[in-house]
């Protein structure tokens, strides 16, 4: 060996440290994540610390163990179609494009992955995903959260329409 050391990718305690390409240095930190184009993997931007280099990953998404913790404490494996289904059921015969309602999940998902949790609870998912839903389609977000937050009673569903209409 001439000074080239190869040092295989490892993983502690279930984090993805990401070694700097640039200088070994052996952890580096996400500036950005986002769904990659094939919608099967993460693209990451990282910045490294050390050198100040930056560099791109591609992670496979099945390969990021992402679990939610749901309100019975129960856990499940993450999964994007969840999410998907509880956005369309909000847009049903809205006037939203299947396209806005990809791109919606899709920046849901971005700050999911952000996140680089390993474990997350579903009601911040459920919080992650009326964030996105406000500024589509305010009867979509209505809905959405008129089932997620469970209002107990008209008076707390209407406070919540209240809120929007004072925007
Ligand atoms: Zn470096």
Redesign the pocket.
């Known amino acids: 060996m001439d000074g080239v050391r190869s040092v295989p990718a490892r993983r502690e305690k279930g984090q993805k440290k990401m070694k ?1 390409p ?2 070994n ?1 052996p952890d580096t930190r996400v500036i950005d994540s986002r769904p990659a184009d094939d919608g099967n993997s993460i693209r990451r931007r990282r910045s ?1 610390d ?2 100040g ?1 930056r560099f791109t990953t591609y992670e496979k998404v099945e390969t990021i163990p992402l679990i939610i913790i749901k309100k019975d404490n129960n856990r499940e494996q993450y999964s994007r179609n969840k999410i998907e289904a509880g956005v369309l059921r909000a847009c049903y015969k809205r006037p939203v494009s299947a396209d806005d309602i990809q791109k919606t999940i899709d920046c849901v998902e971005t700050k999911i992955f952000s996140l680089e949790e390993k474990e997350i609870p579903s009601s911040t998912i459920g919080e992650l995903v009326m964030e996105e839903l406000k500024s589509l389609d305010e009867v979509a977000y209505v809905r959405f959260a008129s089932v997620y937050r469970e209002f107990k009673d008209v008076n707390t569903f209407m406070a919540e329409i209240k809120k929007i209409l004072d925007k």
Do not use: E, I, L, P
Request: net charge positive; charged share 10%; with cysteine.
């Open positions: 700097c640039y200088c240095h490294c050390v050198c280099k």
